[in-house]
């Protein structure tokens, strides 16, 4: 897997039709097509930041994203 940017991220997240999530009562992040009733939809702002604040990074392999600790 290779780490992508936000802005990458981005990208493949609109041509997928997901969105940046928040577990809701955490501070878990990932990425939704917003149908699930566990999540908040959040702005990319706030998913970006939560990333730097809790030292993650997205990876990228084939077209699917992960979020995990950055390399």
Known sequence: MEQISVAKAK???KKKGLKPGRVKGT??????KGSNDRLDIIQWDEFEKTLNA???AIFESGGWMKIMKKA
């Open 54 to 56: 809790r030292g993650l």
């Open 27 to 32: 501070d878990g992040i990932q990425f939704t």
């Open 11 to 13: 990208d493949i997240a």
